[in-house]
């Protein structure tokens, strides 16, 4: 994230906050994202017998339909029923009725959402929330994984409970697969479990949105060389703005090196544990040998996690994983990789390489 930009946002929402008498108004505060649940259950871990020669779980042998989930809710924990948007070839408009304004308190209401064109590209949209008294403000791109409420704490509990609800089905129901006839039963029981009021207060207190509070976003999360900011608007040329732009500086604080024993597998792909960055890295094979560095240079990721991240190592998919071997984030790109695929206690081989190049 650049820390301007970033700057720059937080300075806007107050003064919609302060300009609108909703700063001390939870209820009046809101936020709305997307995110997609697969008819489909993942395999997940069995206990057994040292020693077994056979360890089974039952799961689909395809990939099922993807129906996307709107979610949306206000600062004080309320959350708003959910919409699904599955394929299909006729629209019915009343599946579009009474969604958001009858449930929306009197007077001015703010609504973040992410930068999605589609969220501002439609005059008819703008004016009908202007009309409703309904204030849109966008987070600004590549800073929804820290500033937006829903990302923060609810579609990772979302996705955890739909993927238990599912793997029960499948084990009652081991010669069938989930369908949309099943998809209702199941999203209700997953949805009961991460839409709570404790997740909600909780995404929006973790964003610095209410209370607000900028400085709850923690340095390490402005990874992106902010010098890249100022290079727009000094005459150089576009190509070469976007090879300086692709590159990512990470400039590590000064803290405590972490050992080894500390770093512990992580449950999956999503997993983004505020881990901060040592100050040194150690090659496996030479615990001796200390390789100090002030920066790394990595190429930028997206946002999101994808749910098939794969090993840097090996390229072992993790959702379809076959090796023992722990799976470990590296704590500076943040990718995932088995702990055997790399050569460096704490960061995968490519970030181990850089860093040996310092030395």
């Not at 994808?306 to 090993?311: V, W």
């Amino acid at each position: 994230m650049s820390r301007p930009r970033v700057t720059e946002y937080f300075e806007l929402l107050v003064s919609i906050l302060q300009e609108n008498d909703i700063m001390t108004k939870p209820g009046h505060i809101y936020n709305m994202d997307e995110s997609g649940l697969q008819l489909c259950n993942k395999a997940t871990q069995v206990i057994a017998t040292k020693g077994s020669k056979q360890v089974s779980s039952i799961t689909l042998g395809e990939k099922g339909e993807t129906i996307t989930v709107i979610a949306c809710c206000n600062a004080e924990g309320t959350f708003l029923p959910p919409v699904f948007i599955m394929k299909g070839k006729n629209k019915k408009a009343e599946y579009e009725d009474e969604q958001f304004l009858p449930r929306k308190p009197p007077g001015k209401v703010l609504l973040l959402v992410n930068g999605h064109a589609s969220h501002h590209s439609s005059g008819e949209t703008l004016e009908y929330a202007d009309e409703n008294d309904v204030i849109i403000l966008s987070l600004p791109s590549h800073t929804t994984h820290f500033l937006q409420p829903l990302d923060r704490a609810v579609f990772k509990s979302l996705k955890s409970a739909w993927n238990n609800v599912c793997n029960k089905w499948m084990r009652s129901n081991s010669s069938r697969k989930i369908s949309r006839l099943q998809f209702g039963t199941l999203i209700s029981e997953a949805w009961a479990k991460a839409a709570t009021t404790s997740n909600a207060i909780s995404a929006f207190k973790s964003t610095g949105i209410y209370p607000y509070d900028p400085d709850i976003i923690p340095d390490y999360a402005y990874l992106i060389d902010e010098n890249a900011e100022n290079r727009q608007h000094d005459g150089m040329p576009a190509e070469n703005q976007k090879k300086s732009d692709e590159a990512r500086v990470c400039t590590q604080p000064e803290l405590p090196f972490v050992p080894s024993t500390l770093a512990e597998p992580i449950a999956g792909p999503s997993s983004r544990p505020d881990n901060p960055f040592p100050n040194e890295v150690l090659k496996k094979s030479d615990s001796d040998s200390e390789i100090s560095s002030e920066e790394i240079v990595y190429q930028d990721s997206d946002e999101k996690g994808s749910e098939d991240e794969c090993c840097t190592g090996c390229g072992e998919e993790y959702s379809a994983t076959k090796k023992k071997d722990d799976w470990i984030q590296c704590l500076y790109c943040k990718t995932l990789y088995h702990e055997n695929c790399s050569k460096y206690i704490n960061v995968c081989d490519l970030c181990g390489k850089l860093l040996s190049k310092k030395k």
